[in-house]
Every structure is written in structure tokens, then in C-alpha cells.
């Protein structure tokens, strides 16, 4: 029963999805980093208010990691640049699989 129980209680902490959506912004920062599991890990700047000239007034940071490699060689030629992401969130995150519970599985410019 226990084990049953650990079982459940894995499964909607790591691998449930508890939302996904989309995120748009400017692609920040995006690394391949870790110390003992590499992880590919993403900063997107979200504009919520936006001034004369395109600057920025006020913004949110989306914090994200990547499981596809593919995925990843797309991100990191589109830094500096405003793409859509789409997101799947998860209520936990494991170490070999990235720093945050947000795991993009698609990109686009906008």
C-alpha cells in the first residue's frame, strides 16, 4: 500500500501536467548548465507595460527548461529576439530533467 501511495504521489508531483499555455517574450538568457546533470535552462523577459521606443517599463521573467536538444539548438540561435513559447508545467522538478517545473516543447518568433 505504501508503495502505491508513493507511487501516486510521484507521478502528480513529476510527471502530471498541472497546466501548459503559452508565454510570450524576449528570449533573455539561455544555457546548458548543471554540475553533476546538464540541463538546458531559459529566461524570457515578459513585458507588461511598454514605454515610448519599445523600452520596457515593466516586465516578469518566465523562468523555463528544454528536455529536446533540437528544441534547445532552436533557443539558443533566437536569443535576443521575441518568441512564443509554448509551456507545460508540472507541480515538481526532477535534477536530470531541469531547474524549473516549466518544460517548453515548441517556439516561434512573434
Known amino acids: 500500500m505504501i508503495i502505491l ?19 510570450a517574450g524576449l ?6 548548465k548543471g554540475n553533476l546533470f546538464k540541463t538546458y535552462e531559459g529566461e524570457l ?16 521573467k518566465f523562468f523555463f527548461s528544454v528536455l529536446d536538444k533540437s528544441l534547445a539548438n532552436a533557443l539558443d540561435t533566437l536569443q535576443g529576439r521575441n518568441v ?5 508545467q508540472k507541480h515538481g522538478a526532477l535534477p536530470w530533467k531541469g531547474d524549473t517545473p516549466y518544460y ?7
Open 27 to 32: 528570449l533573455q538568457k539561455f544555457t546548458h
Open 104 to 110: 517548453v516543447d515548441s517556439v516561434r518568433l512573434r
Open 84 to 88: 512564443i513559447v509554448h509551456y507545460k
Open 5 to 23: 501511495l508513493l507511487a501516486v504521489f510521484t507521478y502528480f508531483k513529476y510527471f502530471y501536467t498541472y497546466s501548459d499555455g503559452y508565454r
Open 45 to 60: 523577459i515578459l513585458s507588461s507595460v511598454a514605454g515610448g521606443s519599445n523600452v520596457v517599463i515593466a516586465s516578469e
